[in-house]
């Protein structure tokens, strides 16, 4: 693997892939910054149409969360970004700047860690789709905070059928890779896992990214 020069920027990958606490490379991987633009996946054939409830899934930089971003941005005129993840420094602050510039004026930003049900009940409204980028980071932020993580899971779930306005989900797909060597990895795929699928049962679209490009895995009219 060829070193990293020094003071070298991290390849940034896409914002459901954000990792902000100091601690969770121990879960994910590696600490994850924000993108530049990037060009919208082509061949869709869901564009335009938003159904009650989205899950767009992928793994690091496929191109899920642009993919999301554009789904809605063909659906509505406004939109909100509910971020699971947190300006802690500045370098993060920076990024996450530079990602609601991208993302224009017509999105709102709320940034909730972790109490996602409260605050997808409180924002969904029918005239504006809500974002919630990502599932994966907010199961994160759970552990790390030490929450009850099936608890949080079943209220986000108990939460979904009264929401009063259309919401699309991005979250990664991290079962693909090899076995994690440690406990707390292990359970966090694991629950990614339960998440995942527990959120493509209730939606009535499902779709996974691979190399920025759509596949649609469930589209129910």
Request: net charge neutral.
């Amino acid at each position: 693997m060829r070193p990293r020069r020094e003071g070298a920027a991290i390849d940034d990958p896409e914002p459901g892939d954000l990792l902000v606490a100091p601690c969770l490379p121990t879960i994910l991987g590696r600490r994850s910054v924000l993108p530049d633009r990037v060009e919208p996946p082509q061949g869709s054939p869901s564009v335009g149409v938003l159904p009650p409830l989205t899950l767009v899934l992928g793994g690091a930089r496929s191109g899920k969360s642009r993919h999301a971003e554009t789904l809605i941005e063909a659906a509505a005129p406004a939109a909100l970004y509910l971020a699971t993840g947190e300006a802690l420094d500045g370098e993060m602050a920076e990024r996450i700047r530079r990602h609601r510039a991208r993302r224009g004026a017509r999105w709102t930003t709320r940034e909730e860690p972790l109490d996602l049900a409260a605050a997808l009940l409180d924002e969904a409204r029918p005239e504006r789709p809500v974002l919630v980028d990502c599932l994966t980071l907010w199961l994160a932020n759970l552990l790390l905070a030490g929450r009850d993580v099936d608890d949080a899971i079943a209220a986000l779930l108990a939460a979904l059928p009264l929401l009063g306005g259309k919401v699309v989900f991005v979250a990664n797909e991290v079962g693909l890779g090899i076995v994690p060597d440690n406990a707390l990895a292990r359970a966090f795929r694991d629950h990614a896992g339960r998440l995942n699928q527990a959120v493509a049962a209730r939606a009535q679209r499902v779709v996974f990214l691979a190399a920025g490009l759509p596949l649609t895995l469930k589209d129910v009219a």
